[in-house]
């Protein structure tokens, strides 16, 4: 068995660059609370995304074997129609979704649409990484992109039991302070006026 030739590599990187146009967009157009994904998964999402695209692809220019793919795609003609249809895989269920789910959903960072919607004087429950409860009302609350922090204001630590009853609140001082590596979930407890 003889190793793949350069012209074999650059043949399979412009297979899966269609795929992975169309995975990308697909994932900016869902309304997911997932964005990033590691670069094993872009790979295997960029090869599942490539098998439709190819087989649509050998569908519009007639070619049915894998060496012919290798040898036609280099026309640019045929990555042109390799461009069109890895652009329209992935903007098709886009816009198929985006018009389903129109004012549904709301993409982004939940942190954004939490603090958008909350504001200081709410009463909230921390749940913490380390496995905490805390709740309390909302001294002060900042988002922007390097950074996200809560103050809460007269925090009670929320002790529950194994049916998850509270069995008592124990107080923590004035304030406490929180950054977003800390916080696993908020809860409001009080609609925000």
Excluded at 32 to 52: A, C, G, H, N, V
Excluded at 61 to 76: E, H, K
Excluded at 122 to 142: A, N, P, R
Aim: glycine share 8%; hydrophobic share 45%.
């Amino acid at each position: 068995m003889s190793l793949p030739s350069l012209l074999d590599i650059v043949t399979v990187v412009i297979l899966v660059v269609p795929g992975f146009l169309s995975f990308v967009i697909l994932k900016w157009s869902f309304p997911t609370r997932r964005k990033k994904f590691s670069d094993f998964e872009l790979t295997i999402y960029s090869l599942l995304f490539m098998l439709p695209i190819i087989m649509c692809y050998s569908l519009v220019t007639g070619i049915r074997d894998i060496d012919s793919i290798r040898d036609s795609v280099f026309q640019p003609g045929n990555l042109l129609i390799l461009l069109g249809l890895s652009l329209g895989c992935g903007l098709v269920p886009s816009l198929i979704t985006k018009a389903w789910t129109w004012g549904k959903y709301r993409t982004g960072e939940c942190w954004d649409v939490f603090w958008d919607a909350l504001r200081p004087g709410g009463y909230v429950l921390v749940f913490t990484e380390d496995g905490h409860e805390y709740k309390g009302w909302i001294q002060y609350s900042d988002s922007s992109e390097d950074k996200t922090e809560l103050i809460l204001g007269d925090p009670k630590l929320v002790i529950r039991n194994a049916n998850h009853k509270v069995q008592k609140e124990i107080a923590m001082g004035e304030a406490l302070f929180f950054t977003q590596k800390d916080i696993r979930r908020v809860v409001s407890l009080k609609p925000v006026e």
